[in-house]
């Protein structure tokens, strides 16, 4: 059974930084390309970030180019979004998501994490 469980969110400042982890388990993560998600309030889940198998493939949403940085490591079954200069409008709940390589939808997903930012 594959589990995803986010780790790393909670209250800062704008002009801060988190780092969200993912732990992924139940699956062979380097055949996984994984993605991070976010939902703010009120608004419909949206597309942040994904990383290829091999972390040589990286698409951003326009919002966070330049500031949110996704990596994964392999050997720990573990995706990250370390996350830079933050915006009130950051804040939401950060999902991560896998699907597993030749699918086009995320299958798998989180609980999700939540990001809040003040100003």
């Known amino acids: 059974q594959v589990q995803l469980v986010e780790s790393g969110g909670g209250l800062v400042q704008a002009g801060g930084s988190l780092r969200l982890s993912c732990a992924a388990s139940g699956l062979t993560f380097s055949n996984y390309d994984m993605g991070w998600f976010r939902q703010p309030p009120g608004k419909e889940r949206e597309f942040v970030a994904a990383i290829s198998r091999s972390g040589n493939v990286t698409p951003y949403a326009d919002s966070v180019k330049g500031r949110f940085t996704i990596s994964r490591d392999n050997a720990k079954n573990t995706v990250y979004l370390q996350m830079n200069s933050l915006k009130p409008e950051d804040t939401a709940v950060y999902f991560c998501?896998?699907?597993?390589?030749?699918?086009?939808?995320?299958?798998?997903w989180g609980q999700g994490t939540q990001v809040t930012v003040s100003s």
């Open positions: 998501a896998a699907r597993v390589v030749g699918i086009n939808q995320y299958h798998n």
